[in-house]
């Protein structure tokens, strides 16, 4: 069965500081894309970053990066100066055959 | 540039009603995957619908039934409501090929009560 673990069910973290997610997933395919969705009280499901599994060069966006390690199968997500717009609850989630699993989530509490 | 957009916001329904929730894509966007997230969970893959043919389902039973209209608009319908079926219902939509799953872009969802 296909599978993504996020074991921090909480976090928090002060403003303007560093925190990182974790994730595992389980997936007998080579060929893949990894995606950390932020999902905010408003409920919209926004994409925060994603990874193509065959590219070996962590994801960029802003604020936000990847650590992914295909072999071992983890895919973290660190968020840089964190800012109290940042809180929400973050779901890591992979592709498969066109579809997205998703992750049970973590919520993230940014601290003033 | 209008986004996913989907209707009602809130519905409250009983047991044993049947219900159809409806989303309309993102322009340009000609495929429309229906998810069930439950309270405290992540999203769950529902089906996908593409050239108004289910493309693809997950593991939901026959209650869960949808359909794509000319119009790239889609609807979910659930007969025989358990209470187990409250859920936010989140709709998707993405362009064929290459871009379904990393270009696909979420709706606000629809809240579903079933009392």
């Avoid at chain 1, 109290?84 to 003033?112: N, V």
Wanted: glycine share 6%.
């Amino acid at each position: 069965a296909q599978t993504v673990t996020q074991s921090q069910p909480e976090m928090s973290v002060q403003e303007a500081e560093t925190v990182t997610l974790s994730c595992t997933y389980d997936t007998s395919e080579s060929d893949y894309y990894l995606f950390w969705y932020k999902q905010p009280p408003s409920r919209q499901m926004i994409l925060v970053i994603r990874q193509e599994a065959y590219k070996q060069q962590n994801a960029t966006e802003n604020r936000f990066s990847v650590n992914f390690q295909k072999a071992a199968k983890s895919f973290s997500l660190k968020i840089s100066d964190s800012q109290l717009g940042d809180a929400a609850m973050y779901f890591c989630a992979y592709s498969e055959d066109d579809k997205i699993i998703f992750g049970k989530g973590t919520r993230l509490h940014i601290l003033p | 540039d209008a986004g996913v957009t989907q209707s009602p916001t809130h519905l409250i329904k009983t047991r044993g009603q049947q219900v159809t929730l409806r989303c309309s894509p993102k322009s340009g966007h000609d495929t429309v995957s229906w998810y069930q997230q439950a309270l405290g969970q992540g999203p769950q893959f529902i089906f996908q619908y593409y050239e108004e043919e289910e493309r693809q389902r997950g593991n939901f039973p026959d209650r869960f039934s949808g359909h794509q209209f000319p119009n790239y608009s889609s609807e979910l319908n659930v007969n025989a409501l358990l209470l187990g079926d409250s859920a936010l219902y989140l709709c998707a939509s993405s362009p064929i090929g290459t871009g379904i799953v990393h270009e696909q872009y979420f709706g606000p969802g629809t809240r579903l009560t079933v009392t």
